[in-house]
Every structure is written in C-alpha cells, then in structure tokens.
C-alpha cells in the first residue's frame, strides 16, 4: 500500500476555508474581499519587516486625514456660501432692474393711452363740428328751396 500525502488535502482545504472567511467578513463581494486579503497579506509582510505600525501611529495618521479632510470641506462650505451669496445679491440686482423697467414701461403706456385717447377725441370732435355744420348748411339751403316754392324768400 502506498500511502498519499495528506498535504495536498489540508492545504486546499485552508485556502477554501481562506476564500470563504474573506467573502464571509466582506458580506459577499469578491472586490471588498479581495482588498480585505491584500491587506491583511501587506500586514503580515510588514509585522514579518519589523515594520509594525503602532495603533497610535495610525490614529494620529487618521486624525491628520480626517482634519485635512475638515479644512476641505470647511473650504469648499465657504467658497459655496461666498458664491450663493454674489448670485442673490445679482439676483436681487436684477430684479430691481426688471421692477424699475415694468413701471416705466408702464408709465409709457400709459401715456401713449392717454395721447390715443385725447387724439381720437378731437378727431371725433372735428368729425361731429363738420357734420353738424354740414347738416346746418343743408338744412338752411333746404329751406331756402322750399320757402321759394310759396313765395317766400
């Protein structure tokens, strides 16, 4: 009988037993997973190095990032706000430029209605003046002409 190494079987069964544990911790995604196993690999090569990093080292290198982070944000926050602020101030510009406009539009109007108005009265005026003069002139050769037929004159 010849025996087999059972190596092979062990081996396969810790790196079954490695890929299941890392897409397990990951909640499925072969990508999270897969970043998860690199670093837990630069880790263990690091530690191997004697290049551990201390939990303070890393917590004073993420209070660096995250206030780098807050001034960014703070930044950006102020730049908006500056801009929000320049675009109200021309959109209240502009708006009183538009008011100014509409009265004075208003104004023209209102005056070029007036002069319509006051124009179509005189000419109605002249128009009525002249037919009443007419109708007069008519009416008196009228009854100049039947006056004449009974002696009158």
């Known amino acids: 009988m010849s025996q087999k190494s059972k190596l092979p079987l ?41 290049q551990q990093v201390s939990g303070k080292e890393v917590e004073k290198k993420g209070e660096e990032l995250a206030h780098r982070a ?35 539009l208003k104004a023209d109007g209102t005056k070029q209605f007036q002069e319509a108005k006051n124009e ?13 003069k007419t109708v007069g002139k008519k009416a008196a050769e009228a009854k100049a002409g039947i006056s004449s037929w009974f002696g009158f004159k």
């Open 70 to 104: 807050g001034s960014a944000v703070d930044s950006t926050a102020r730049d908006v706000r500056e801009k929000l602020d320049t675009a109200d101030a021309k959109i209240g510009q502009k708006a009183h430029e538009a008011d100014a406009k509409l009265h004075q």
């Open 10 to 50: 062990y081996a396969g069964a810790a790196a079954v037993g490695a890929v299941g544990y890392y897409l397990y911790s990951a909640g499925g995604s072969p990508k999270v997973a897969e970043k998860k196993f690199e670093h837990d690999v630069s880790s263990a090569s690091a530690r191997l190095r004697g």
């Open 120 to 132: 179509t009265a005189r000419e109605l005026q002249q128009t009525a003046d002249n037919f009443d």
